[in-house]
């Protein structure tokens, strides 16, 4: 072969190699797409961002690693690769080590050094080689997990395996929450809604960092909860619902059940039995609950205000303190709601020693007392805590009486409030109220006498009288809770609605992976 040969093939060897190098550069460039953290759709709004160059790439051999064998930061490791194999399906396994692993890790730290964290801050690191997720508790290392889902593509949401790749965009959030207590509540009295409905909503407030999820248990159209030694509170009393349909309730197992499963989210759930009032469910199961001694009707219309407990009678403090402590007995939280709302047929010299005496009851089975807002009118014990809804004179008589406050005012929290007029679902007895009406307002400032000292959180309450099913109650619930979740952890001088339903609107492919059914308010700029 003459030497000319020689060289050209040399050339061209060379020149092939050059072109498969560039074309796997240009492939893995177009794999790593321009990532920016600060461009991410999160919600809520962390506390500080600060993107860098390039991004970590979820990888069959990526490990979820932990540092020491914590039985918590393990289940969080599994909950973590739970959550990212439906999509990736990459089995990620979760390692006790400390060693940096070939693939890069996600790493959980427990550490104690860092008192800007709190008791549920994090701080989420992202470089090429690993993402580390730092905090003070368990529940910091879960609202971290729950930024790292957000920060990466919606798809991850999805139950059948996606293409990638999975990157998430490199540099640091340090992030905590604003109140301690950021609420739903779910009435599963006037529609009743099954244990998995209720643990596809814990899972919906998860993604959101919501930590308290108030069950309203009984109410005059149902009682929901079994209660051994009061049979008949569910045989009768949860036989049916708004509408008449055959209601249904939570055994005592089953109760147990979810307030694990909330726990394994970091919710406290707190039961509200709701009394003197709304209370004809119980009073159609138990004749002696009634001053006439005659039981109720059982009813499954949406009126309010026309019952109440006979508080003369001692039968009903022994009752109150069998239920109390029966479902005290099983809530690990510190919490039991009382309602004490829309009392309209109990004398109010009657109403004041009846709340009083349900708050001791309470507190001998353990549990701090909330209360709807009228409880005002009794003397609040001093951990009681009173849940504004309606009357700005009660929340501030409770704030005057030491109590602190849940602000879920109706015409800004209540999820059952139509969004327009035309919006089929729900009632707007207190206006309606908007996605953005729905975000624009500060719990510390809303109504004048209680500042951010006074306020405990926020709280969504969700009235099923007209919801009846998981598609309507996620059509109603979603996306204002969404803004909820933002106004309880995000610092108001950061909340901007310009800004905010930009990032939500982001956010309609991650409802969309997630099957959640929300509403697409026409104010909100929806990602198609
Ligand atoms: N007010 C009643 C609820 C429910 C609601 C519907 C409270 C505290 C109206 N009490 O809100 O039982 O009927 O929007």
Redesign the pocket.
């Known amino acids: 072969m003459n030497y000319d040969k020689k060289i050209m093939r040399k050339i061209l060897g060379i020149a092939s190699l050059v072109l498969v190098a560039a074309a796997v550069i240009i492939a893995c460039r177009h794999e790593v797409p321009e990532q920016n953290m600060a461009e991410k759709c999160l919600i809520p709004l962390p506390g500080t961002i600060t993107p860098q160059e390039g991004a970590f790439m979820l990888k069959k051999k990526t490990v979820i690693a932990v540092d020491k064998d914590n039985e918590q930061l393990l289940a969080l490791g599994h909950y973590l690769a739970g959550l990212l194999k439906p999509a990736t399906g990459i089995e990620f396994k979760v390692k006790t080590t400390s060693r940096l692993t070939p693939g890069g890790d996600i790493r959980l730290t427990l550490t104690n050094d860092d008192p800007d964290l709190g008791k549920e801050g994090y701080e989420l690191s992202v470089t090429r080689r690993r993402i580390h997720i730092k905090a003070n508790t368990p529940a910091g290392i879960f609202y971290g997990v729950q930024t790292l889902r957000q920060l990466l593509p919606p798809a991850i949401e999805k139950k059948t395996v996606q293409e990638g790749p999975w990157l998430v965009p490199a540099g640091t959030i340090t992030d905590a929450p604003l109140y301690s207590y950021r609420g739903f509540m779910l009435?599963v009295s006037?529609h009743f809604f099954p244990p998995d409905d209720v643990k596809k909503i814990i899972d919906e407030m998860a993604l959101f960092k919501l930590n308290r999820l108030h069950l309203?248990l009984s109410?005059d159209q149902g009682w929901r909860i079994e209660i051994k030694s009061w049979p008949k509170l569910t045989e009768v009393g949860g036989s049916t619902e708004v509408g008449g349909d055959k209601g249904g309730y939570y055994t005592q197992e089953q109760y147990k059940d979810l307030v694990a499963y909330a726990a394994s989210r970091y919710i406290t759930i707190i039961p509200e039995i709701?009394m003197p009032g709304?209370t004809n469910a119980a009073l159609a199961s138990y004749a002696e609950l009634n001053c006439d001694g005659k039981a109720r009707d059982l009813y499954t219309g949406?009126n309010?205000g026309f019952s109440t407990l006979c508080t003369k009678k001692e039968v009903v403090y022994k009752f109150l303190d069998d239920v109390i402590g029966e479902i005290s007995a099983m809530t690990p939280g510190p919490w039991f709601h009382i309602?004490g709302?829309?009392s309209h047929v109990t004398p109010m010299e009657e109403y004041i020693p009846f709340i009083n005496r349900a708050q001791e009851i309470v507190a001998r089975h353990g549990k701090q007392v909330i209360g709807?807002d009228e409880i005002s009118n009794a003397t609040p014990q001093p951990n009681t805590i009173v849940?504004f809804?309606?009357r700005a004179d009660n929340a501030k008589r409770a704030v005057g009486k030491g109590a602190r406050v849940i602000m879920s005012p109706?015409n800004k929290a209540?999820l059952?409030?139509q969004y327009d007029s035309t919006t089929t679902l729900g009632?707007h007895?207190?206006g309606y109220v908007g996605v953005d009406s729905a975000y624009i307002w500060d719990p510390a400032t809303l109504v004048p006498g209680i500042g951010r000292e006074q306020v405990v959180g926020v709280e969504s309450?969700l009235?099923t009288?007209t919801i009846t099913n998981m598609k309507d109650l996620e059509y109603m619930v979603f996306p204002r809770l969404a803004g909820h979740a933002e106004i309880g952890w995000s610092e108001p001088a950061r909340r901007d609605w310009n800004d905010y339903k930009v990032r939500l609107g982001n956010f309609a492919p991650r409802f969309e992976a997630m099957g959640i059914n929300f509403y697409h308010s026409p104010l909100v700029p929806w990602k198609e």
């Open positions: 009435d006037r309203h109410d709701d709304h949406t309010v309602g709302d829309e709807w849940q809804w309606a109706a209540y059952d409030m009632l007895w207190a309450p009235w009288e």
